[in-house]
């Protein structure tokens, strides 16, 4: 069943602006990973997050975790026209048979 | 270099054909993965191989068997191709099977008419 689920599912901004996502989940997890999707593309990594952590920089990236909530929040700073995507969280969970569990992402556009 | 390489990138047949797809990756991963990815951009797995060996099989088909020859290659067979077969299918990798990132191939756009 999905686990993930991106809020919201479309974002448009304008260059220079931030950009925030949010994403909540259902069961527990061992950690909660961001990628993003460009048109036609594979899925690039960005972000992981372990259940242990509350907060993760990468850059112009800012990831947030609440356990609590079973929510993450993924802001971009400063956002440029190359950061039009599809983001999806995806929480990972399980031992030997860890899997990923992907939300429907969230569509950002970033208009020049 | 490519990491994640599959072929062929898109995939036209017709309902009731056999077809394959092919995965590799040059990274020295333990896990590889099938993902797909339907037309609402909903993405997921499918079935996970650790060194060789299925670990994930997520209620799939039996239409749809991985095949992997060694832990740089997972092939994916579809026999009997049906209309909701259509989508994009990923193949990914992992160093090993647990909390890593993983790393996708560029997709398999498969039609089927």
């Known amino acids: 069943s999905q686990q993930g689920e991106e809020d919201p599912q479309a974002l448009s901004i304008q260059e220079g602006e931030n950009a925030t996502m949010n994403c909540s989940y259902k069961t527990s997890i061992n950690n909660l990973q961001w990628y993003r999707q460009n048109s036609g593309r594979g899925l690039v990594h960005l972000i992981l997050?372990?259940?242990?952590?509350r907060e993760k920089h990468s850059g112009r990236l800012r990831v947030t975790l609440d356990t609590s909530k079973k929510s993450s929040s993924l802001l971009i700073t400063a956002s440029r026209a190359a950061d039009t995507a599809s983001y999806f969280c995806?929480?990972?969970?399980?031992?030997?048979?860890?899997?990923?569990?992907f939300g429907k992402g969230t569509l950002l556009t970033v208009n020049p | 270099d490519t990491a994640v390489s599959q072929t062929p990138k898109y995939l036209v047949t017709q309902m009731g054909n056999d077809k394959s797809i092919k995965c590799e990756q040059n990274?020295?991963?333990?896990?590889m993965y099938w993902y797909k990815q339907d037309s609402k951009k909903f993405l997921k797995i499918m079935f996970s191989?650790?060194?060789?060996?299925?670990?994930i099989n997520e209620t799939v088909p039996n239409r749809f068997s991985p095949k992997s020859p060694d832990k740089a290659h997972l092939n994916l067979h579809i026999n009997s191709l049906e209309l909701g077969d259509s989508a994009v299918y990923f193949c990914a990798s992992s160093q090993i099977a647990g909390t890593y990132e993983q790393y996708f191939g560029p997709g398999t756009r498969l039609t089927v008419t």
């Open positions: 997050i372990r259940s242990n952590e």
């Open positions: 995806a929480t990972g969970s399980g031992g030997s048979n860890y899997k990923l569990t």
């Open positions: 191989y650790n060194n060789k060996e299925l670990i």
């Open positions: 990274l020295g991963h333990d896990t």
